[in-house]
């Protein structure tokens, strides 16, 4: 049972989905940047709700969490940000355990599941939730029709792959190295070996950590995954804006130029 | 084989990312073969390094002028006397000597007063290990003469630039670096915090100052103590000082049990009250650590527990006059134990256990950590702590002297010592 | 009833004021009756306490890594681990609580780095004893950390103004109090030196190193050690480990010693070199402290012993980078054990000490005193030393941080620790 | 068996001792000062020999003995000294037990006796030398004829002084208070005890350690006493001269008259 909108975005081509902290550096800014990741071509946002003890990212997206929560970010506010968010394309929502737990009158996901689905969210990505606790959540994401997407690492052996399979809804994330979130200058090899490991399983694969250019997403659709994730590479871009003190709207160009040179790349690779 | 406690009640848990999942597979395994079912005599030879290098057994020394001063027998457990001067290195010595059974190549920790990475720099030392040792920004330069004893024994010290610079930081940078090098690289975590198998596994290793006392107790007092006081951050010198009276411990129904009941035997956790215990929920700040009396159910650091956090489930910055205190968190056990009602949460101030420091060291000779301290500042309760206590003397002071003296000049103590032979 | 050694030899004696001697003569009967007869059990309340507040016994520990480097079993014996990081608590603790029996309401005593000043300020505390301190202005601002620990520990701290500012013009000044207020003040003198009963006093009491050595080296080894390595400056932590097994020993008939000879047992006693071996006649300067080593026959501070003088006799300067081995003269019981070749006097300089402060530092995981690592410097020697060698760790170098990263950064040494970790 | 010169000094009226330092501040200017002794009356001089560890000294004459030490007094100079100085009274040479026992080839105090008399000193004074450790010196005095004084202290019990007395040759050097030495401003009650407790022994009691006018000498005097010693007063004065730099003749002639006052003191105290 996965959600038809995140489905959809894996149907035809490959899927680009970029990543950016909701409310870096501000909440306006941040509505702009956003939705210049739709104009730039993306299948699916992973939009990060910033929690403060971030312990996956790299310090590019730390920096960015730093920057959104300073700018005022809440949980409450991250619901608003993505009503207010005018983009066509499904929203997943990228956050930590604790901010999922909290959140409500209620102990448990059950809360935070039924907001986050009010305000049209179709599905998660939990960096510190692995296979061993995310029964909860599981349940409530099922309970509302969202996906949960596990993440699946190089240090993943084929038992844990077995069960991170089942559990994840939507796709799976494969994590293209080990270490923290960060933009590379070349594309690991751990990817192509764990591209190969999941061939034989009927879930969409995107692959993750470290992609800056389009020829990393063209290398790495032509090695079989489905579909794409980048971070910090865009992020990257907000940091530059917020140094120069740029106008938001040269970063929203950068950000969808950028944007388009990943999707096309993406593209290339599934020729 | 002997199974880990990866939760206690709804405390405790894994919540780490998947990267890291494999590695901490396998380190619940050896912590099951090696610790807990002493294969290959790991524990033996754990046991022997603590004695023969970390100068165990540590005494249990009566408090003649501190007895007299509250009409209770007032005993000393000395974990000041380690090598490192405090507890931590019963866990240091015993995870890095883990970490060489498991074959691992190198050594990562955090540390925020440098407490935990001087002991950690000097067991890998001591083993041969290379290590790295994570620590924020401002602590580096707020602790130079710890940063100095880990570059001297050879460790690696990394500032972590991000946020306040201080232990929070750092854990969470140890364990991105973890996340990388998980393959060959062991981390050293620095009290009973963490995912699964750290808190058990951490107190195991701590857990011989309760064997200890237990057995120390009897032969110079001829029975268990009415009462065990303990400071508390993340609750590492804590479980291990509590660990054989709480009825889980193997120790509780064992022979030497009969005769006196364990659960007669009261534990109170000592935490930082700080300047407060109010919460600044606007500028996501608790200007005290006491998680165990004040903080709510959340998960940091990969476990759930007690800590101090906004109503959004962001983390708070926490204070206390002493770093080794001064964290959001605490170990899940003893979250447990508290809910239990087993574990008696107590706070004090800072200003307390700034007179409880000079008190302590014009009374008896000793001067205490800071941590430490606010276990002494207790004893000026009303509570009802029975004939015969034990206080644990979790580390010594020398770490903590132009700390101490700074904050002390900002106050106006009735015990404070003056500084004029400085003077001309 | 026993009776003191006031002589070795030519050395020893009781060069004081006659206003002195009478206090003298009371310690000598004192000595005599509580330290070597035991009465009222006083031997018995030393041992306890310098167990239980001391943490005696302290262990012997293999050091694995420098075992392998010089292809011998090295052995420490962990005086570092006594409360305080020194030896210096055995003497401190035996001297007040001596003056505690004789009925004596006030303390005094010299200290040069610190670490016999904060030793007997500890004691004082835990026996509730006024305490006061002479320490050399210079000192006082080199050694801060250890001007804090005494104030902290209570006790009064007296700068000394005239002369040089160190421990020499310290001694004479506590001398100077001694003999205004002896009525009441016991002076615990801080090594085996000064006028007979202070040299057999304090080695009686520092006596147990050598005590456990010998016990601790059969159980663990099967045997006592072909050597025994220890630095000198006064003397203490070296005749404190050496007495066992010197012929005058009451061990050295004793049963145990039937199965190996202790006169086979070489004594290294291993003093300062300093930066030379030659003396500044002129300037009445000696570059070292190496009185036994070079030094001659004369008078210091109460007893006739070994000496840096120029030749009308006045006492020169000495000078070590560690600041407790810095000191003109030396115990007169080594004195007389370098005469009749039962101890064999050696020496390192600065730059060998450093290094092997470092050495040891990474290589074993403990952070030796700077006059400790002159005892470990001396390993590098080609000299014989068997198979089976323990080295006495007299303290710990936690005082001597920042001199000892201050003095690295003057020199060229292979195995510094580079302290960049600062620089940003 | 005493030396005569010394002898003669107690003969007739009380025995005034002054003390300096020899070679403070300099050679030239401290034998002026030790001669403006001889003139203000002095019966005996104490003459200090300085040593680097003047133990027994209080600061003022502790200061003496850096300032002579950095004037460049040694052995060999005292000695010469000793030759230079033209007065007409005994000499008794003050000083620490190392400095005679190192003199010469020879081992022991032997040499440094011989020498001493050859240039006219008549006795010694040697204030860490208790009775425990005087036998060498006591005889090399004893073959050279030279008087070795003993101090007798507050704390002296009867057993110790009647071996000091036996020992003691010249005078018995009477410390008038425990301590160290310097000039006070009352004189103690110990000295009174210590005189009774003497006045049956049959040798000369000389007080000193504090005393500073000729009031004090007049009482010391009157209490039994058969000499003063005076040092740390005169010695004041010598270092006030040193820090304002007077020339030689004025702190010289301000010796002198102190010296005429304790004098008059202690004959008045005969009286
Ligand atoms: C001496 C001492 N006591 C206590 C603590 C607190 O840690 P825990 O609560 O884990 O024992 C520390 C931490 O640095 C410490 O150094
Ligand atoms: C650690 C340590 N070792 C050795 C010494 C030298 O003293 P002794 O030669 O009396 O043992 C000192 C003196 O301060 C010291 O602190």
């Known amino acids: ?271 | 084989m002997p199974e880990t406690d990866t939760t206690f009640g709804d405390y405790g848990g894994q919540y780490v990312p998947e990267a890291l999942m494999p590695a901490i597979e396998e380190l619940t395994d050896a912590y099951e073969r090696y610790v807990l079912a002493n294969e290959d005599g790991f524990m033996d030879e754990f046991r022997e390094r603590i004695h023969d290098f970390g100068g165990r057994p540590t005494p249990l020394q009566r408090a003649d002028n501190l007895s007299e001063r509250y009409d209770r027998d007032i005993y000393l457990k000395r974990e000041d006397l380690l090598h490192g001067g405090a507890h931590k290195l019963n866990n240091a010595l015993g995870q890095v000597l883990l970490a060489k059974y498991m074959g691992k190549e190198r050594i990562i920790a955090e540390t925020g007063a440098g407490q935990h990475g001087t002991a950690t720099a000097m067991a890998a030392a001591h083993l041969d290990m290379p290590c790295e040792i994570y620590m924020g920004r401002r602590d580096v330069n707020r602790q130079r003469p710890n940063v100095f004893r880990m570059r001297i024994n050879g460790a690696e010290v990394n500032p972590v630039d991000i946020g306040r610079g201080t232990l929070k930081e750092a854990i969470s940078e140890t364990m991105r670096d973890w996340a990388t090098t998980v393959e060959n690289t062991h981390y050293v975590i620095g009290s009973i915090v963490g995912p699964a198998p750290f808190p058990a596994m951490v107190r195991d290793f701590h857990r011989i100052i309760s064997e200890e006392t237990r057995r120390q107790t009897r032969e110079q007092y001829g029975r268990l103590p009415d009462s065990v006081v303990a400071c508390a951050g993340g609750g590492s010198n804590t479980m291990g000082i509590f660990a054989d009276f709480t009825s889980d411990s193997p120790f509780s129904t064992a022979p030497d049990s009969n005769t006196d009941a364990d659960e007669d035997v009261s534990l109170f956790a000592v935490e930082a009250g700080g300047s407060s215990l109010d919460v600044d929920e606007e500028r996501g700040v608790a200007p005290n650590s006491a998680s165990l009396s004040t903080g709510s159910e959340g998960v940091l650091h990969g476990a759930r527990t007690k800590l101090l956090q906004n109503t959004d489930g962001q983390i708070m910055e926490s204070h206390s006059v002493s770093s080794g205190l001064d964290y959001a968190g605490v170990g899940p056990e003893l979250a447990k134990l508290v809910d239990d009602d087993r574990v008696t949460p107590v706070n004090v101030d800072d200003d307390a256990a700034l007179e409880a420091f000079h008190r302590f060291s014009q009374e008896e000779g000793i001067i205490p950590a800071l941590e430490t301290a606010h276990a002494f500042a207790f004893l000026e309760t009303d509570a009802d702590l029975g004939e015969f206590v034990v206080v644990n003397v979790s580390g010594r002071g020398d770490k903590d002297l132009e700390a101490a003296l700074e904050e002390t000049a900002k106050r106006d103590l009735p015990n404070a010592p003056t500084m004029e032979v400085f003077d001309e």
Chains 1, 4 share one sequence.
């Open chain 1, 1 to 271: 049972m996965s959600n038809p909108a995140i489905d959809a975005a894996f149907a035809d081509e490959p899927a680009f989905i970029p990543y950016l902290a909701a409310g870096d550096p501000s909440y306006e800014a941040s509505l702009e940047y956003v939705e210049a990741l739709a104009r730039g071509g993306a299948d699916i946002i992973e939009l990060g709700l910033p929690f403060s003890e971030p312990i996956a990212e790299g310090s590019t997206i730390q920096n960015a969490i730093v920057r959104s929560l300073q700018g005022g970010m809440t949980v409450g506010r991250y619901f608003e940000f993505v009503t207010d968010l005018d983009v066509d394309v499904p929203v997943v929502c990228m956050t930590y355990y604790n901010l999922i737990y909290q959140y409500g009158d209620e102990s448990g996901p059950e809360p935070f599941v039924r907001k986050a689905k009010s305000v049209g969210i179709d599905g998660f990505v939990v960096p510190d939730l692995p296979a061993e606790e995310a029964d909860p959540l599981r349940e409530a994401c099922d309970r509302h029709g969202l996906d949960l997407v596990f993440i699946v690492a190089p240090t993943t052996d084929d038992e844990r792959l077995d069960r991170l399979v089942s559990l994840s809804s939507g796709y799976l994330y494969i994590q293209a190295r080990l270490g923290v979130t960060g933009a590379r200058d070349d594309v690991s090899n751990e990817t192509t070996s764990s591209l190969d490991r999941l061939a034989d399983y009927d879930i969409p694969k995107a692959v993750g950590f470290g992609i800056k250019t389009g020829e990393h997403a063209r290398d790495i659709i032509a090695g079989g995954a489905d579909g794409i994730i980048v971070g910090s590479a865009l992020v990257d871009i907000i940091a530059e804006g917020t140094e120069t003190d740029s106008p938001t709207e040269e970063p929203a160009a950068e950000l969808e130029s950028l944007c388009q040179e990943l999707k096309a790349g993406a593209l290339e690779g599934a020729q």
